[in-house]
């Protein structure tokens, strides 16, 4: 497990780097936003441990950089600042936890590892489509490029039973039966609407099989 902590106090970063090593991370540490953003551009990370008030680009800029840069890596905010606003700041950009400072480095250890199970269940629910496209399983929510993508309830029916079955043919008649509920629709309704969930999407990823029904394909 690789963390990356961006730490411009220099005893708490050699405290907490100590303390993650021993518990069996490996840990690189930064005094300064832009040299963390640089190496997370060039290397490979399971988790961010951030503070806010460093030199250059602080933490809540960085990781806003980052969402807008694709990387969605389960964040921890350390910081002594308490202010509501930016408090919800970093929520609202995407981390996982926010811990007060001064705090038992124990305290950061459980917190990590709660993060770590969260993000796995996140991981295991959530179904790559394309770079740009993706699904959750569990809220059964389309987004593209991290933003719910809006749809119809029936055409959000239509997704699901894609997205369970992708790259596979989904058929005429699992459709009557799991989005129309077998209720009395011909195949050129299906067809119809089928048609507009295309247009709604913006990646071709719906194939028409013709005669047969429609296969989600995932992208590379």
């Not at 124990?106 to 996140?122: G, M, P, T, Y």
């Amino acid at each position: 497990m690789k963390v990356l902590l961006l730490e411009d106090e220099i005893m708490l970063q050699g405290a907490i780097v100590e303390y993650l090593e021993d518990t069996g991370y490996i840990v690189e540490a930064f005094e300064d936003g832009e040299e963390a953003y640089k190496h997370i551009k060039e290397n490979s990370y399971d988790l961010f441990i951030f503070d806010i008030n460093v030199p250059t680009l602080d933490g809540l800029s960085l990781l806003d950089k980052l969402q807008k840069d694709k990387y969605f890596i389960p964040t921890v905010f350390i910081s002594a600042i308490t202010e509501i606003e930016q408090i919800s700041q970093a929520y609202e950009l995407g981390c996982y936890d926010y811990l007060k400072k001064p705090f038992h480095l124990k305290e950061l250890s459980l917190h990590i590892e709660r993060i770590l199970k969260v993000a796995d269940i996140r991981a295991k629910n959530h179904i790559k489509i394309s770079k740009i496209y993706s699904y959750d399983l569990q809220s059964e929510r389309l987004f593209f490029d991290s933003s719910e993508q809006k749809l119809t309830l029936k055409q959000a029916q239509i997704i699901n039973l894609l997205v369970t079955h992708i790259n596979k043919i989904v058929d005429f008649q699992m459709l009557h039966h799991y989005v129309w509920e077998d209720s009395h629709v011909d195949n050129a309704t299906i067809r119809a609407e089928m048609h507009r969930v295309k247009k709604t999407l913006k990646e071709d990823l719906i194939e028409n099989v013709k005669g047969v029904g429609y296969i989600l394909h995932r992208q590379s």
